[in-house]
Every structure is written in C-alpha cells, then in structure tokens.
C-alpha cells in the first residue's frame, strides 16, 4: 500500500497524486492495485468527513483526484480488444443520489473485461432504466448507490421493471460500499456487491461465462 498515494489524496495534492499514478504504473505495479490503494485513500477521507475533520469540498476534490487516476489507470487495463462482446450491462447511479467513483470504475472494469457497458450516469430514474432495458436489451442490470437513502430508489427501480413486465428478462444487481444480503432482499435484486470483482464475479455469472 502507497501511503504516498494515500498522504497526497487526503491533502488534496492532485498532481502529486497523479504523479505518483504515473511512477506506480511505469514501475510495473497492476493498474488494478493502484485501483485499489487509490479507493483506500477514499475511505480514509470518508471517515475523515465523518469525524468532521473535512468537509464537501475536500470529498469533491478527492473524487476529482480519483477520476484523474481512473483516466490515467485505464489504458493499462488490458481487455479482449475488439472480441465479440460478452453480455451487455445497463448501469446507473440510482435516483437520489450523485456518487459515481465507484460505479465508474465497475463501468471501467467491465468494459475492459469485454461487455458493452451503458451508463445511464447518475439520479437516474427509474423509468430511465426500463427504457434502457427495452434498448439495449441487457442481461444484467447494475444499480448503484453509497447513501442509505439509494436503497429504496433501488427497490422502486426494481419494482418498475417488473411492473413493465421485464423482470424476467434481466438480473439485477445493486452494488456500492452499504450494500449487503438484507438490501438484496430489501430490493427484490438477485445479487449485491460492494466492490468491482462482485459485479465481475456476477456478470460473468450471469452471461455465461468467467470472471
Ligand atoms: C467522494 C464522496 C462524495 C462526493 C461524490 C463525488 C462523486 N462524483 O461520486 C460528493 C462530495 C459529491 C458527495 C456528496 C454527498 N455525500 Co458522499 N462520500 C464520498 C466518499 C468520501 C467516497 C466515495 C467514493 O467515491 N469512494 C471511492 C470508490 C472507488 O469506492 P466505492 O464507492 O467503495 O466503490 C466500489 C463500490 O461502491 C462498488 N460499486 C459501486 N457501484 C456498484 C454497483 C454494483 C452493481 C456493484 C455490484 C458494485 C458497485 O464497486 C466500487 C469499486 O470497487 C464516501 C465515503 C466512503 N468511504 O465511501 C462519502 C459518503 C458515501 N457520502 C456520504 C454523504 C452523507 C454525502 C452527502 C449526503 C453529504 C451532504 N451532506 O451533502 C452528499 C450526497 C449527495 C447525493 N445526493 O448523492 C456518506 C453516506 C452516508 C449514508 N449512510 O448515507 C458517506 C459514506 C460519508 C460518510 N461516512 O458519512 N460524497
């Protein structure tokens, strides 16, 4: 673990970050792990604003740092290239709440890893992912949330989809940091994660194939 990498998110050192990044990545670390060490730093800032030792804009510019790193981390991920794809996945963040690290790197990962991936962004309604479902005809469906609040959006997501008759056609899985068994089945969903491998680990499942 780069404390380094973590001493420069936490003190808003943006391009020190980035340096960093790029220094790890040269090194040969796996742009995974700098993944990884760059959402520890995350947390450690969450807790921070939970102990009142940084406020909004310290979380905003550390979720800018972390994009800047996801940018730099993503030419490194190696993917099937052009294979056929695997599945296709409608993703969003679900209404109500704005966080979208997380997602994004799901969104990364599992566009590396070969599916066509939508991303319906974020406050995203719930009509708006029925209608997705009708588009892009997706086998797996991602709703992502980090406030508390997300899990009734995502039980009234899940509720619209199969008010419109296409609950049969998809599976559903609500992801980010709070997620667990009891809000699987809070939400009607047929599977949680609360980090990318679990949405790989899903998908893969859930299309056929391996993680
Ligand atoms: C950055 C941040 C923000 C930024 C978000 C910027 C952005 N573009 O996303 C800003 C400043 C906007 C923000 C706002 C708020 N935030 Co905020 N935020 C955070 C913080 C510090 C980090 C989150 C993060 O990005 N982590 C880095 C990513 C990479 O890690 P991750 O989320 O764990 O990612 C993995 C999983 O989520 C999972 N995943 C994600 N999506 C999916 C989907 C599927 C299907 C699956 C399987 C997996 C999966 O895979 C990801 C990759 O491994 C967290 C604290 C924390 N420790 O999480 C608080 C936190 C989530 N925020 C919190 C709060 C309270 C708020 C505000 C209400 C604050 C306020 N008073 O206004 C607002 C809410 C705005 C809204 N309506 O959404 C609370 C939530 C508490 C709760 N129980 O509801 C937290 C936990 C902080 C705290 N400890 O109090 N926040």
Redesign the pocket.
Known sequence: MSNELTDAIVGMREDDALAIVGRELDSGIAPTVV??E??EA??V???R??CGD?F??E??M???I??GISELVKPHLRGPGDAAKRGVVV?G?VR???????????VL?LDVNGYEVHDLG??VPTQAFVDAIGQFKPQVV?????????FDSMKATVDAIAAAGLRDRVKI???????DRQVQDYTGAD?????????LN?TAQWTGGEA
């Open positions: 993944l990884d760059a959402k995350m947390s800032l969450g807790k604003f939970e940084a909004i804009p979380l905003i550390g979720g800018e972390m994009k993703i963040t109500g709440d704005i966080h979208d690290i997380g997602k994004d790197v799901v990962m974020v406050d991602g709703l992502s949330g980090l406030l508390t609040l997300a899985m609500v992801g980010g940091a709070p997620a599977g949680w994660g609360s980090d990318v491998a679990a949405a899903l």
